[in-house]
């Protein structure tokens, strides 16, 4: 097992005070051609200016990094989709793992993403979601990889305003460390005192989603206070991706979570590079 070579990727995901800013642009490969990543080389482009420390991205999007990108990326080793009809959403919950710790290596990724999806409709469907991850996880320690297990609660046996629940997060978050995540990634939980508890107890970074699109000032406001309560960074998509800046987003981002800034300093910073751009 290459220990030193999983120990450096993930290393080089977190800055020199140990924390991160990762965008996840992989959403396509469920969702399709939909706004803005039907553009995706611009967008690739404005997220890079921003300087975040990772990136999460499919096959596809790895190839429109410009050679002189030096930003390390994670592949996103799973498909996950609500619907057998590209473009659409629907009730379905359709998940395989598609891309292997060697094709990453290969590839040139600096780890792995991939999802453990809590509450199914089907519990031999979750169940065959924890033996994906446990296998990965295996794959990736013999290529020297690490892995990130985003752990959510996303089953259709859960309902939307469920899906934050502290203690619930808290759960999935340590199944996915007693499985061997290198990193963790999971919901902002509705309550920072089991955050605080549950970063202080698990010797592996824990990052943040970002979740449905959402105002810029509430969201500031959970990241702020989860990164206060001992998350070592996040790891967000459509708040960024989908946003009118995501330049300007992605620097917001880092002056809270690399320059400790307030809630109103980021928002300040947001809206005078809004004003600066063409």
Not at 152 to 181: D, K, M, N
Request: one cysteine or more.
């Amino acid at each position: 097992m290459d220990e030193g070579g999983r120990a450096a990727g993930r290393q080089a995901l977190f800055g020199s005070d140990g924390r991160t800013v990762i965008v996840a642009m992989d959403h396509a490969l469920g969702s399709g051609q939909i706004e803005p990543l039907d553009r995706p080389q611009p967008l690739v482009n404005s997220v890079l200016a921003g300087g975040p420390d990772g990136l999460i991205l499919t096959e596809g999007m790895r190839r429109l990094l410009p050679p002189s990108a030096r930003v390390p990326w994670l592949l996103t080793a799973d498909y996950y989709a609500t619907s057998v009809m590209p473009g659409e959403a629907a009730e379905e919950e359709l998940h395989r793992f598609i891309w292997s710790a060697e094709h990453a290596k290969r590839s040139g990724a600096a780890g792995l993403k991939c999802l453990l999806v809590f509450g199914r409709q089907d519990a031999q469907q979750q169940a065959a979601n924890v033996v994906a991850v446990a296998e990965l996880l295996s794959e990736a320690r013999g290529v020297g990889l690490p892995v990130m297990v985003e752990a959510t609660l996303w089953g259709r046996r859960i309902p939307a305003e469920r899906q934050s629940a502290a203690g619930a997060v808290a759960h999935a978050a340590r199944i996915a460390f007693e499985l061997g995540a290198d990193v963790i990634k999971i919901a902002i939980p509705d309550d920072m005192r089991t955050l605080e508890r549950l970063a202080a107890s698990l010797p592996v970074p824990i990052v943040l989603m970002g979740g449905p699109h959402a105002d810029a000032e509430p969201l500031f406001a959970s990241l702020r206070d989860a990164i206060d309560a001992g998350a070592r960074g996040l790891a967000l998509g459509r708040n960024v991706w989908g946003s009118k800046d995501p330049e300007g987003y992605v620097g917001a981002l880092n002056r809270i979570v690399h320059g400790g800034a307030s809630v109103a300093d980021a928002l300040e910073y947001l809206r005078q590079q809004r004003l600066d751009t063409p």
